[in-house]
């Protein structure tokens, strides 16, 4: 059942969802951490009118924004890990897919034919089997020459050719302990695989995606211009967004990770004076009958669990409207909640401007 949310009073409904699998879709090309389930951001995406501007300003690998768009909103995704925003314009590139093999094909031709091809850094080579290392990298020549779709794919790729050098022992979101004796994969076939498997372009619109840091977003999106928040901030337990398969691209690209951490809210110190810097920013950019939703979990601090619910209550001078509580399903933190004995639940908080 479909159903508009009212802004005024309204509230959100939620059922419980089978499954939040969705393995093919365009969200399945490169494994982001935090990334949230595309069918349950629909849940809530669904209730929005059609038309209106929705900001992610921590848009991840842009989970949301590109399920906003599809619904027929204007959206803007913010973040400052360079790998999320190369992913999330992955997702708004407009590309032709028969074009896009055909091009990519040829640049394979060209890539397996070169002789002098550069050494993949250290730190990353030691998740590869050296054939397939060698692949990566003669494609990584001609990083420059793909689109945006194909450069997102292209890092997915990389990971998923991790995990198969792996003998496919790592899950899909978590890398694992390196193998010894090393799998061949063959990088070219998996590229190629991959921009058919998950190539689902949207529309073009005026919506754009910002490489930035939240806590400055007046500097790039208007005043007053915002009418739906929709995000899930970065968690508060100081979950590492440059870590895990993502670590292993920013090494082949070489990246200077410290320098892109510094632009993350991670510590658990900072983080609260961090979110209430951001959240006074939103509200700057929002119109006065915006609607902000933040999806928040319970976190664990040593033996105490943290209720995102209220920790977030206490960063807006303005109370929320609702928060609705529910048990995370079928998700690596269910799993991660039974190895530690713990039971976290998922917040979604909702903030009505035209209350305040
Ligand atoms: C929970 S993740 C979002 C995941 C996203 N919903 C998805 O489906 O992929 C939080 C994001 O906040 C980003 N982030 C952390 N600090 C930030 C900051 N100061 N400005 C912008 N983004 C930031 C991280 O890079 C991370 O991608």
């Keep these: ?55 992610d300003p921590f848009c991840g690998s842009g989970t949301i924004v590109y399920e906003a768009r599809k619904h027929g909103l204007e959206v803007v995704g913010v973040d400052s890990n360079p790998i999320a925003h190369q992913i999330t314009k992955a997702k708004f590139c407009d590309n032709e897919i028969a074009l896009s093999l055909f091009k990519v094909n040829k640049i394979i031709m060209q890539a397996k034919k070169e002789k002098q091809i550069k050494k993949m850094p250290e730190k990353a080579l030691k998740y590869f089997h050296e054939e397939t290392a060698k692949q990566v990298m003669s494609l990584l020549s001609h990083y420059d020459e793909l689109d945006d779709y194909e450069k997102g794919t292209f890092l997915g790729a990389i990971c998923l050719a991790a995990r198969g050098c792996n003998q496919y022992k790592w899950s899909s979101t978590q890398i694992g302990k390196i193998a010894e004796e090393k799998n061949p994969v063959n990088f070219y076939e998996k590229f190629l695989a991959k921009l058919k498997k998950h190539h689902a372009p949207a529309e073009s619109d005026g919506s754009m995606v910002i490489l930035g840091d939240t806590r400055k977003i007046g500097n790039y999106v208007s005043e007053n211009s915002v009418d739906f928040v929709y995000t899930s901030p970065p968690y508060f337990d100081g979950l590492d967004y440059t870590s895990n398969y993502t670590r292993i691209v920013h090494n082949i690209f070489d990246n ?3 320098k892109i951490k510094d632009n993350l809210i991670q510590k658990f110190d900072s983080y609260e004076d961090n979110v209430r810097k951001c959240f006074n920013e939103l509200v700057k950019v929002t119109k006065e009958d915006a609607l902000i939703i933040f999806v928040v979990g319970d976190k664990k601090r040593g033996k105490e669990v943290i209720n995102g619910g209220e920790f977030f209550s206490d960063i807006c001078d303005h109370k929320p409207n609702y928060i609705v509580e529910r048990q995370y399903s079928g998700t690596a933190s269910k799993i991660w909640d039974k190895i530690n004995k713990t039971e976290r639940k998922e917040q979604i908080i909702v903030w009505d401007r035209s209350t305040w």
Excluded: C, W
């Design 1 to 55: 059942m479909k159903m508009t949310v009212i802004k005024k009073g309204r509230k959100l409904k939620f059922r419980k969802l089978e499954s939040v699998v969705n393995p093919k879709s365009v969200h399945g090309i490169y494994p982001y951490r935090g990334k949230i389930s595309a069918l349950d951001a629909k849940q809530i995406i669904d209730q929005l009118p059609t038309t209106g501007l929705l900001l």
């Design 256 to 258: 200077n990770v410290s």
